[in-house]
């Protein structure tokens, strides 16, 4: 068996492991991480939820139908998830 595909895949491997550094502009700012903070995403809530130890939820109004989503504390009760995630709400 020939060795020539080992040895040219061999430097093919070194030179996809090496790794650029990340550009400037690929990191966020101060102003989009305080940003992101103030208008978390839904998996930023879902997941601070369930790391807390809560279990994430979603109810439907029986009279208009709306939706409300709670992150269901271990304690018994329920936090809007954004009130949790900005600590007004939740565990103490």
């Known amino acids: 068996m020939s060795k020539l595909p080992l ?3 061999i430097p093919l491997l070194l030179v996809s492991c090496i790794s650029k550094p990340p550009q400037a502009s690929a990191l ?3 102003q989009q991480v305080a940003m992101r903070y103030e ?7 879902l997941d601070y939820c369930t790391q807390k130890g809560g279990k994430y939820e979603v109810w439907t109004d029986k009279e208009d139908g ?5 992150c269901m504390l271990p304690q018994g009760y329920g936090c809007d998830p954004e ?3 900005k600590g007004s709400c939740g565990l103490e």
Request: charged share 5%; hydrophobic share 35%; proline share 14%.
């Open 7 to 9: 040895l040219l895949a």
């Open 39 to 45: 208008n978390p995403t839904p998996s930023q809530l």
């Open 83 to 85: 009130q949790f995630f």
């Open 66 to 70: 709306s939706k409300h989503t709670f």
């Open 28 to 30: 966020p700012t101060h």
